[in-house]
């Protein structure tokens, strides 16, 4: 029984790993294809070879524009997944190692704010963005992004499970500063908590659509998702777009696996904090 059940567990996950790759490996088939090919031939099936012919399209059409929005994805998601998870860190040590009057209560808001989705802000940040005169701006996209309710609340819980209270209390009384107590001895105590949320917030910024369609309209600005739309809807009256859509989507794809192979030791580290406490 144990072995049928150890089986059944093996076939699930083998099930579902090939339900996960199969968009991928369509993609990946498609990306080679030509526009006929790509209407002629089954979707699992190479066609003639021509991705690097593709690849060549996407980056020349409209000189270039496609590079220009992954840049800006890459700054978007880069930048803005470093700096939300520092701060979600610097908040989830402060709920864990320290003690005010309100703190549970103010963390219930934080929780709560787990709850809302994305895109039930949008509008309102738009309102907001419009009042102080940001629409269409690049701070208009980066600045909502910095905020990550489920990374303070997941720093909380690795806090606890990465930061002993003994060893705080003991750089305390060698004369360490609490800015220096973070700095030097809970940062670094924490960087598998900071890779974990990292590659959680950057993966949901760099598929973020909703808030840059809302927020932006000037192309300059767009990041991969908001870009690749636009082609989508051309595609309606210009066939050719959707092979410039299928191959951009693929190029898109390739940060993402970069970024979770080259970290996911912190990221296996980070999501298993606190299993064995």
Same mark, same amino acid.
């Given at each position: 029984m144990r072995w049928m059940s150890r089986a059944a567990v093996n076939g699930l996950l083998i099930v579902a790993t090939l339900y996960t790759l199969l968009p991928l490996t369509w993609l990946l088939f498609s990306s080679t294809k030509s526009l006929t090919d790509l209407y002629s031939t089954n979707g699992f099936a190479f066609g003639e070879f021509n991705l690097f012919t593709n690849v060549r399209n996407v980056l020349a059409e409209s000189?270039?524009?496609?590079?220009?929005? $992954? !840049?800006?994805?890459?700054? $978007? &998601?880069?930048? !803005?997944?470093?700096?939300?998870?520092?701060?979600s860190v610097m908040c989830g040590y402060a709920f864990d190692k320290y003690h005010w009057l309100g703190k549970e209560k103010l963390f219930g808001l934080v929780l709560l704010g787990v709850l809302?989705?994305?895109?039930a802000t949008a509008i309102p940040?738009?309102?907001l963005a419009s009042e102080i005169g940001?629409?269409?701006t690049f701070w208009s996209v980066f600045v909502p992004v910095l905020v990550h309710p489920f990374g303070v609340y997941l720093a909380r819980v690795l806090s &606890?499970?990465?930061?002993?209270?003994?060893?705080?209390?003991?750089?305390?009384?060698?004369?360490? !500063?609490?800015?220096?107590?973070?700095?030097?001895?809970?940062?670094?105590?924490?960087?598998? &908590?900071?890779?974990?949320?990292?590659?959680f917030q950057f993966t949901?910024?760099?598929?973020?659509f909703f808030l840059p369609l809302v927020m932006l309209n000037?192309?300059?600005?767009?990041?991969?998702?908001?870009g690749l739309f636009t082609w989508e809807k051309q595609g309606n009256a210009f066939p050719?777009?959707?092979?410039?859509?299928?191959?951009?989507?693929?190029?898109?794809?390739?940060?993402l696996l970069l970024v979770f192979v080259s970290l996911q030791r912190f990221w296996k580290a980070g999501m298993t904090a606190g299993s064995v406490k």
């Amino acid at each position: 029984m144990r072995w049928m059940s150890r089986a059944a567990v093996n076939g699930l996950l083998i099930v579902a790993t090939l339900y996960t790759l199969l968009p991928l490996t369509w993609l990946l088939f498609s990306s080679t294809k030509s526009l006929t090919d790509l209407y002629s031939t089954n979707g699992f099936a190479f066609g003639e070879f021509n991705l690097f012919t593709n690849v060549r399209n996407v980056l020349a059409e409209s000189g270039g524009i496609f590079l220009r929005w $992954y !840049g800006n994805s890459v700054l $978007y &998601a880069g930048v !803005g997944a470093a700096v939300s998870a520092l701060v979600s860190v610097m908040c989830g040590y402060a709920f864990d190692k320290y003690h005010w009057l309100g703190k549970e209560k103010l963390f219930g808001l934080v929780l709560l704010g787990v709850l809302v989705p994305t895109t039930a802000t949008a509008i309102p940040l738009y309102l907001l963005a419009s009042e102080i005169g940001m629409v269409n701006t690049f701070w208009s996209v980066f600045v909502p992004v910095l905020v990550h309710p489920f990374g303070v609340y997941l720093a909380r819980v690795l806090s &606890a499970g990465y930061v002993p209270g003994e060893v705080l209390e003991a750089a305390r009384s060698d004369g360490a !500063g609490e800015i220096t107590t973070f700095v030097r001895v809970a940062l670094p105590m924490l960087l598998p &908590a900071y890779v974990t949320i990292f590659l959680f917030q950057f993966t949901a910024i760099w598929n973020n659509f909703f808030l840059p369609l809302v927020m932006l309209n000037d192309q300059h600005l767009y990041p991969l998702s908001l870009g690749l739309f636009t082609w989508e809807k051309q595609g309606n009256a210009f066939p050719e777009f959707h092979s410039l859509v299928i191959t951009g989507s693929l190029l898109s794809v390739i940060p993402l696996l970069l970024v979770f192979v080259s970290l996911q030791r912190f990221w296996k580290a980070g999501m298993t904090a606190g299993s064995v406490k």
